[in-house]
């Protein structure tokens, strides 16, 4: 587990910079540094776990309700979801074979993202499903602040970010691997 040298690098850093009482700035800017770095490879690494995570479960496709795996995502949210003030809406969803605990990390996540990136308005998701000629297509979608100018193809990469200011995530590059396993 790689987090433990991770939180004992910056709880070292910490220490040092208490014992050291450094007066100049650019020690301690030195310090703050050792401490963000710390951070950010605890977010990268808890990142890499979940994904791990995802992958780790393996494909075990049955045949089930897809409605049954938004219902499991909305129970996990189901807090978070009340605390933003949003709802998510979904119905009328086909019968599907595939594996239902994944499909329900993916509807998880997606959940996740529209929360997080919701705009000033109450936050609605709808969940929907339709058949074209080949495949089962499945839309998510939100009222939130959306994509602007960004390319997608580089959101649904492991580290992608939805803007300059955002974190790099794992989130979306779960939710392109999930559908992948289904064919997709």
Partial sequence: DLQGPVARMRMLSELLARRL???DEQ???LFDHIGVTANSAGEILACLQRYYGVARVGYHPR????????SDAISRMEQVLAK????ALYGGLPEIRGDRALLATLF???IHNSIRFR????LVIEISAHRDEERLVIL?????KGLGDLDPATLFRSFGRSSAEAKPGIG???CSYIPALHGG
Avoid: H, M, W, Y
């Fill in 21 to 23: 009482n450094p007066q």
């Fill in 27 to 29: 020690t301690r800017a």
């Fill in 63 to 70: 045949g089930f309700g897809l409605g049954l795996a938004v």
């Fill in 84 to 87: 933003s003030g949003g709802k």
């Fill in 108 to 110: 998880q996540e997606l």
């Fill in 119 to 122: 705009s000033e308005a109450p």
């Fill in 140 to 144: 998510t979608k939100d009222n939130g």
């Fill in 172 to 174: 979306l590059a779960i």
